[in-house]
T-cell receptor, first 115, second 112 residues
């Protein structure tokens, strides 16, 4: 079964704190893609990152970083020095190399960054 | 500018009425998708299309219908058979089913 779990339903932090959003996935496929999306209050989902299953290198983009560990089936997302504009719902998602299979989205984590 | 547009932003439906949500993309993507999002919930797939003139049901297709007559357009009709249509509807597209999905701004459907 393919499944994405985001155990943290809601997180609140104070501005400038670091915060990590957890994502754990289940799949029997050996080749797959993992994604993170941000959904601000406006509603549109904004693509943040895609990682394929062959590439376990961690990635950093500005204040954002991602830690992919196949051994624990996790793809965690860290925001350093959080800002109020980071307040949003964040979704982790999984898809596969085989044609015809669709995205599996996690339930999302609502992040509130307080001033 | 390349992107996905959805219209209208807000839509009101009366009892027994069919309504159609528009989704257009100029990204030259083959695949298009419709998702439903209820308050505080994740995304659920309604329908998807991987190529023109072909589409498949997702997890919650009952009460909905789609067409894919043109590559750039994937309209969703919410029929009167959908008893609880109040939700936020998101359209997405991707170059293929394995690739990144890009989303439109969404349509909020409310029942009068």
């Amino acid at each position: 079964a393919q499944k994405v779990t985001q155990a943290q339903t809601e997180i609140s932090v104070v501005e400038k704190e670091d915060v990590t959003l957890d994502c754990v996935y289940e799949t029997r496929d050996t080749t797959y893609y993992l994604f993170w999306y941000k959904q601000p209050p406006s509603g549109e989902l904004v693509f943040l990152i895609r990682r394929n299953s062959f590439d376990e290198q961690n990635e950093i983009s500005g204040r954002y970083s991602w830690n992919f560990q196949k051994s624990t089936s996790s793809f965690n997302f860290t925001i350093t020095a959080s800002q109020v504009v980071d307040s949003a719902v964040y979704f982790c998602a999984l898809t596969f190399f085989n044609y015809g299979q669709n995205f599996v989205f996690g339930p999302g984590t609502r992040l509130s960054v307080l001033p | 500018d390349g992107g996905i547009t959805q219209s209208p932003k807000y839509l009101f439906r009366k009892e027994g009425q069919n309504v159609t949500l528009s989704c257009e993309q100029n990204l030259n993507h083959d695949a298009m998708y419709w998702y439903r999002q209820d308050p505080g919930q994740g995304l659920r797939l309604i329908y998807y299309s991987q190529i023109v003139n072909d589409f498949q049901k997702g997890d919650i297709a009952e009460g909905y219908s789609v067409s894919r007559e043109k590559k750039e357009s994937f309209p969703l009709t919410v029929t009167s058979a959908q008893k609880n249509p109040t939700a936020f509807y998101l359209c997405a597209s991707s170059s293929s089913s394995q690739e990144t999905q890009y989303f439109g701004p969404g349509t909020r459907l409310l029942v009068l």
